[in-house]
């Protein structure tokens, strides 16, 4: 029989829907057509297929071959069906048993000479095999990135003429992938190298304990970016179901997996000159942005009024969501994006505004429109504002007292972290009105702080939703039922931002 039918899988978004090859040899002048929307890179699999099957030993059939990507509505990219396609033309052609493929799915991009190059979205495919039961054939480079998964065998080879071999005799070496463990090499910026700034380092413990977002507000080189860099090294590691989500994202990323470092949380810093797109994701075949590569990790944004108004109003639907949904006229894809937001900026556009050191050159108006910059729905998704000053320490100062190592406060956060997930099933910056309200559990003294505070700040009702938040976190800290009018008043001196726009309209 002259029609060969190969599974495969398409990638499109975080998804990996199936794709099923149905190569057909007719008579007729030779000539091969590819249908079934397929981008022009698929087209060119074409000249790749003959190529790779002729260079490993094979006879290209001069016959007219039509080959289907069904279904026709979904849209195709990559040479990531160059190989289902080779071996779709080998079974046709009876050069290959249809039998040595029963129970396979099939992905791989062919070079001229036969080797297989690695494809974006193999851990996503494999997963998706998986769930139905299927064996994932692909590139021996994707091996180690789908081993990531239950499986305890992959199947992968190196060129065209291998994965035949390995079809025909399943003992082959190179056919088997054995499950390699993953190891963690990322080396975090710990709490002990940071001098001073005790506040600030109270802050980022109570920001860690519960997910909240934080913004560190300061003059240049008082230590904001040291700070935001050290927060993933007190956060725990992912549970496996947590690295699965995140390296699902990073397979059809284009830099890919970071196998060693699997279990360790993200951290995200993109530059201020980036662009929505690089942000939120999105393209022609959708790929994740910055946003959900730091899924379940930390999005680091440095000099936060430097970038475009558009990126900043883009954190907002995700920032309270938790998911990001990029929509086309012709496809809608929702990303994940759990991940806890670091910022960093300085008070003006020359940095010393509100210092003691130096003198600020701004002036009002240049202040006022620096930090108008950013608008005030954001500004209410961030828990926690802190003002981050100039220590005023020597760093070859030895007889400054020792300071308390990340791992000393990770067994802190993980205890205040297990407490909020058994007592409500969500860390504290995800619960619910209703769930907060219930949890708020206000003695006379700390409603008396709260409502005057609503009063002389205005606070808005999600203001006053993320300071109960943060009370909430700051108890629990202590293993405090209540909480307590001292809860109350830390949590609104994070709240800086408000009382910096008040003293930039004073100033003369």
């Given amino acids: 029989m002259s029609l060969a039918v190969i599974l495969s899988r398409a990638s499109f978004g975080i998804n990996a829907p199936e794709v099923t090859v149905e190569v057909h040899l007719s008579n007729g002048l030779p000539s091969m057509s590819i249908v079934g929307l397929a981008s022009a890179e698929v087209k060119e699999s074409k000249e790749r297929v003959r190529s790779a099957l002729i260079n490993s030993g094979f ?32 079974v046709a052609s009876e050069q290959l048993e249809r039998k040595y493929l029963d129970n396979f799915e099939v992905l791989g991009e062919l070079a001229l000479n036969g080797e297989l190059r690695s494809i974006n979205g193999a851990l996503n495919a494999t997963i998706a095999a998986e769930s139905i039961q299927k064996n994932i054939l692909l590139p021996l480079v994707n091996a180690s990135e789908a081993s990531l998964t239950e499986s305890t065998t992959i199947f992968a080879a190196s060129t065209l003429k291998e994965v035949c071999i390995g079809l025909v005799n399943k003992d082959s070496i190179h056919f088997k992938y054995k499950k390699v463990a993953a190891t963690n090499i990322v080396s975090y910026t710990d709490m002990a190298e ?5 506040h600030a380092k109270r802050a980022l413990l109570v920001a860690a304990a519960a997910g909240h977002n934080i913004l560190f507000v300061g003059s240049p080189g008082t230590g904001k970016t040291m700070l935001a860099r050290t927060l993933p090294s007190l956060l725990t590691e992912m549970s496996v179901k947590e690295a699965m989500e995140i390296a699902a994202i990073e397979s059809i990323a284009k830099e890919g997996i970071s196998v060693d470092n699997l279990y360790r949380r993200r951290f995200r810093a993109p530059h201020h000159n980036c662009t929505v797109a690089s942000i939120t994701g999105g393209g022609r075949i959708p790929v994740p942005g910055e946003i959900s590569l730091a899924h379940r990790g930390v999005l680091f944004f440095d ?6 108004r558009s990126v900043l109003e883009s954190l907002r639907q995700p920032l309270e969501d938790g998911h990001l949904t990029v929509s086309r006229a012709q496809w809608k894809v929702k990303f994940p ?16 505004f509100a210092s003691e050191e130096k003198e600020c050159h701004c002036s009002k108006s240049k202040i006022l ?24 320490i020597s760093l070859l100062d030895s007889n400054q007292p020792k300071q308390d190592s990340s791992h000393s406060f990770r067994d802190k956060i993980s205890k205040c972290r297990e407490l909020q997930i058994n007592r409500q099933a969500v860390l504290n910056n995800d619960l619910a009105l209703s769930a907060l309200i219930e949890l708020s559990n206000l003695d006379k003294k700390s409603h008396k702080v709260f409502n005057q505070a609503i009063k002389s700040h205005q606070l808005s009702l999600r203001s006053q939703q993320r300071i109960l938040r943060v009370a909430r976190t700051i108890a629990d800290l202590e293993s405090s039922i209540d909480i307590k009018a001292s809860a109350i008043i830390e949590a609104l001196s994070y709240r800086i931002f408000d009382q910096l726009i008040k003293k930039a309209r004073k100033y003369t």
Avoid: H, T
């Fill in 369 to 392: 429109q620096y930090l108008g910059r950013l608008s005030g729905p954001l500004l209410d998704r961030i828990d926690i504002q802190v003002m981050v000053n100039n220590p005023k």
């Fill in 303 to 308: 000099e936060l009024p430097e970038f475009p």
């Fill in 337 to 352: 994006a759990e991940f806890q937001f670091v910022a960093a900026m300085n008070p003006c556009p020359c940095g010393y």
């Fill in 194 to 198: 940071i001098k001073g700034n005790q």
């Fill in 59 to 90: 006879d290209f059939p001069a016959r007219r071959i039509i080959i289907n990507l069904g279904p026709a509505d979904l849209p195709k990219s990559g040479g990531r069906f160059d190989l289902s396609i080779a071996l779709g033309i080998l």
